[in-house]
């Protein structure tokens, strides 16, 4: 009978750590960090969960299919934005041709291709003229990309972006920004995977704080 008690001891303490590890407690200053002056969102509404990105990035390439997925199950509160980063000189021609494909409505034409070619393939698409001719090759007007590249609001659409990543003092990619709040990366969460469970953590927390 002491066999059996004792057994049976084991078991539930076995499901009790099982149960702990699980229910990984996701730490402010280990798994995410929480801004001392929050940046602003596009919207009022709901709760806004920004991507940080560069189409160069292998690591974005890699996460990007999680993030999509993620995207697409996520709760109808969750506000889901993209922002380019410009983290370097070389970054700044793709945040604007992501900016110019959004002005254009043309963006789902070309955003995975663009991906796959920097990131996959590492071409040389380094200038609005070469971006123009790769995005034409995907049913986008090249003179009507020019035109939106070179454009005053695409080019301040950019300048916003890029003061959000300073003011959230995002130095890499990807990255992502909870509410303005909160910044999570792998690094930090120990995997892509995990970024994106720390981050519904977040996005719960926020949405209770809202109610």
Same mark, same amino acid.
């Given at each position: 009978?002491?066999?059996?008690?004792?057994?049976?001891?084991?078991?539930?303490?076995?499901?009790v750590l099982s149960?702990?590890?699980?229910?990984?407690?996701?730490?402010?200053?280990?798994?995410?960090?929480?801004?001392?002056?929050?940046?602003?969102?596009?919207?009022?509404?709901?709760?806004?969960?920004?991507?940080?990105?560069?189409?160069?990035?292998?690591?974005?390439?890699?996460?990007?299919?999680?993030?999509?997925?993620?995207?697409?199950?996520?709760?109808?509160?969750?506000?889901?934005?993209?922002?380019?980063?410009? @983290?370097?000189?070389?970054? /700044?021609?793709?945040?604007?041709?992501?900016?110019?494909? $959004? =002005? %254009?409505? *043309?963006?789902?034409?070309?955003?995975?291709? @663009?991906?796959?070619?920097? /990131?996959?393939?590492?071409?040389?698409?380094?200038?609005? $003229? =070469? %971006?123009? *001719?790769?995005?034409?090759?995907?049913?986008?007007?090249?003179?009507?990309f020019i035109d939106?590249?070179?454009?005053?609001?695409?080019?301040?659409?950019?300048?916003?972006?890029?003061?959000?990543?300073?003011?959230?003092?995002?130095?890499?990619?990807?990255?992502?920004?909870?509410?303005?709040?909160?910044?999570?990366?792998?690094?930090?969460?120990?995997?892509?995977?995990?970024?994106?469970?720390?981050?519904?953590?977040?996005?719960?927390?926020?949405?209770?704080?809202?109610?």
């Amino acid at each position: 009978m002491f066999r059996t008690f004792s057994l049976v001891a084991t078991m539930v303490a076995s499901l009790v750590l099982s149960g702990m590890a699980n229910a990984q407690p996701w730490e402010n200053g280990v798994h995410y960090r929480t801004l001392s002056n929050p940046v602003s969102t596009s919207s009022q509404e709901g709760v806004e969960v920004a991507e940080v990105f560069w189409y160069g990035c292998p690591h974005c390439y890699n996460f990007k299919p999680l993030a999509e997925a993620w995207e697409e199950s996520a709760p109808e509160y969750v506000n889901y934005v993209r922002l380019p980063a410009v @983290l370097g000189e070389s970054w /700044a021609p793709h945040a604007i041709a992501y900016y110019a494909l $959004e =002005a %254009l409505g *043309d963006l789902d034409k070309a955003h995975d291709a @663009l991906f796959d070619a920097l /990131a996959g393939e590492r071409r040389p698409l380094n200038s609005g $003229e =070469a %971006l123009a *001719d790769f995005v034409a090759d995907h049913g986008v007007d090249s003179e009507a990309f020019i035109d939106a590249y070179n454009s005053f609001t695409v080019q301040s659409r950019v300048r916003q972006a890029q003061a959000r990543i300073m003011g959230a003092q995002i130095t890499g990619t990807p990255t992502m920004l909870v509410n303005g709040k909160y910044v999570v990366s792998a690094s930090m969460a120990n995997g892509h995977e995990n970024v994106l469970k720390v981050v519904e953590h977040l996005v719960e927390k926020e949405r209770a704080a809202s109610e």
